[in-house]
């Protein structure tokens, strides 16, 4: 079983940043996992906003290219979405999530609220 936990939400004005972590315990070999970060904006349905292979390559929704990047740090069983130029529109409850043949897991979200 595999536990993630995500942090670093908040409130931020318009054109601020954040970054936030997801940190992997149980019995996991982390770095064969595919990860990526959801939202879920209120009335909106979960979209995905950045995945991670096993091997490093990343993928971003248009709309946060050029704003959001995606990294993780096998070692420590963590992946980290760092976000600048921030907007309104940004904001929602942000979920992680790990993947792998047979077996996908969620954590339960950390709020990012842009407003001014």
């Known amino acids: 079983q595999v536990q993630l936990v995500e942090s670093g939400g908040g409130v931020v004005q318009p054109g601020g940043s954040l970054r936030l972590s997801c940190a992997a315990s149980g019995s996991i070999f982390f770095n064969f996992y595919a990860l990526g970060w959801y939202r879920q904006a209120p009335g909106k349905q979960r979209e995905l906003v950045a995945t991670?292979?096993?091997?490093?390559?990343?993928n971003y929704v248009d709309s946060v290219k050029g704003r959001f990047t995606l990294s993780r740090d096998n070692a420590k069983n963590t992946v980290y979405l760092q976000m600048h130029s921030l907007k309104p529109e940004d904001t929602a409850v942000y979920y992680c999530?790990?993947?792998?043949?047979?077996?996908?897991?969620w954590g339960r979200g950390t709020q990012v609220t842009v407003s001014s």
């Open positions: 999530n790990a993947v792998k043949v047979g077996a996908s897991y």
């Open positions: 991670i292979t096993s091997g490093g390559s990343t």
